[in-house]
């Protein structure tokens, strides 16, 4: 979906490095969120936001960090990456309406850690 | 934590239909998603259903909800070789917002 857009694509670094994704939208939503995802095990959640003051830990947070920079842009970071954090990555967001909440994925980036 | 199942792979004739199958565990479910993602793609949203449904028509697309049972299937008519990607099942709870993706189903489609 071009209304979110993940930089960069692709992305190979060594072990030890400290490595930032980015995420944009302007579909206007105001809830965004990290996955990352494996072969054979689909996609489990990094971390989301509900809206710019908030921030919340998913399933596998631990070495990951992440900023609200704004309401569009929600940003990743691997402080110090390991080989076991390559992977495929994506971005989505969502919009509260009524009960309805559904999510919208960005292209993905993947990261190689040699 | 709540749980998402799907087979891992699925292979089918063009022109057959494809059935692809998710059962979940959670019966508080209120939405139920298909997402499809190509090669090299992030999800696409296929398709939901609400819980109070049985059934949802989309052009080529059925999907089924037992709920009683807690199975859904997205049904895939005349199936096109453009069809091939890996379908995941996800489902929402009412008290949550943050949906329960299962592992994918790869479809595999042959002349």
């Known amino acids: 979906d071009a209304d979110v857009t993940q930089t960069p694509r692709n992305r190979i670094t060594k072990t030890g490095k400290r490595i930032m994704l980015e995420c944009s939208q302007t579909k206007g939503h105001d809830r965004m969120y990290w996955y990352r995802q494996d072969p054979g095990l689909g996609l489990r959640l990094i971390y989301y936001s509900f809206d710019v003051k908030d921030i919340n830990k998913g399933e596998i947070s631990d070495g990951y960090s992440v900023s609200r920079q704004a309401q569009a842009k929600f940003s990743l970071s691997l402080e110090s990456a390991i080989p076991n954090q390559t992977a495929l990555y994506f971005c989505?967001?969502?919009?509260?309406?009524?009960?309805?909440?559904?999510?919208?994925f960005g292209p993905g980036t993947r990261l190689t850690v040699l | 934590g709540e749980d998402v199942e799907q087979s891992l792979f699925l292979s089918v004739r063009e022109g057959d239909s494809s059935v692809i199958n998710c059962t979940y565990t959670?019966?508080?479910?209120?939405?139920l998603y298909w997402y499809k993602q190509e090669p090299g793609a992030g999800l696409q949203l296929l398709t939901y259903i609400f819980s109070n449904m049985d059934m949802k028509q989309d052009q080529r697309l059925t999907v089924l909800l037992n709920k009683k049972d807690k199975h859904l299937s997205l049904r895939i008519a005349d199936t096109q070789t453009g069809d091939s990607a890996i379908y995941f099942c996800a489902e929402r709870g009412g008290g949550s917002y943050i949906p329960t993706f299962g592992r994918g189903t790869s479809l595999i489609v042959h002349p």
């Open positions: 959670d019966s508080s479910s209120t939405y």
């Open positions: 989505a967001t969502s919009q509260q309406r009524g009960d309805q909440d559904t999510q919208y």
